[in-house]
């Protein structure tokens, strides 16, 4: 096999061929089959070592230059797999190790995920002198909320950090919310037991 592409940031058993990391990104966005831009391909790639940041980038423009990755007609900035892509990915998918194919696809789905729930469960941050506060709505779909909270915290960092909490898991913070509210023990033992296994 010909390794010519750097390898700088790539992990034991990363792609070190140029071709092969064109083929891997036409898998991903087959096997995903949700349109994703640019930064969230190098994202889930380059996160898990699995290319080179440089080459990443070089193989996707080359992929739009050859047609087989094009702009999604109804998602701005984002791409969608052409049809000689997708025959790219099916004749040639077995030429990658399936641990690399196995590894991307379940970083790209957990990248899809997480930009779900930041799309449907919002966090703004309003920052004023010595101040911030913090607003986190958690969807019931249908243009509903569910929940609706804003907290004051002292700075930018702690703000930055209830966001990022937040947005991990909107869904415990709403049940947590639930169980406190209701007096429901049930609910207060299901939400200690949830927290207790994302903090491990």
Aim: aromatic content about 6%; hydrophobic content about 40%.
């Amino acid at each position: 096999m010909k390794f010519d592409a750097f390898t700088a940031g790539v992990s034991l058993g990363g792609l070190r061929s140029k071709n092969d990391i064109k083929l891997l990104i036409c898998y991903m966005l087959t096997s995903v089959g949700e349109p994703l831009s640019k930064d969230e391909v190098v994202s889930v790639l380059q996160e898990n070592g699995l290319a080179n940041y440089f080459e990443i980038n070089d193989a996707f423009s080359a992929l739009i230059g050859s047609n087989n990755i094009a702009p999604a007609a109804d998602a701005d900035s984002k791409y969608v797999i052409t049809e000689s892509g997708k025959l790219i990915a099916t004749q040639l998918d077995t030429a990658l190790p399936i641990s690399i194919r196995e590894k991307t696809l379940a970083a790209a789905i957990d990248l899809l995920a997480k930009v779900k729930r930041e799309t449907e469960n919002t966090v703004t941050i309003e920052e004023k002198p010595n101040e911030c506060y913090v607003s986190c709505t958690v969807s019931g779909g249908d243009g509903r909320d569910l929940l609706n909270i804003k907290l004051f915290v002292p700075d930018f960092k702690q703000a930055s950090l209830v966001k990022r909490n937040f947005q991990e898991n909107p869904n415990l913070v709403y049940s947590c919310m639930l169980a406190l509210l209701t007096k429901n023990s049930d609910l207060v033992k299901t939400a200690l037991e949830a927290i207790q296994q994302t903090s491990n």
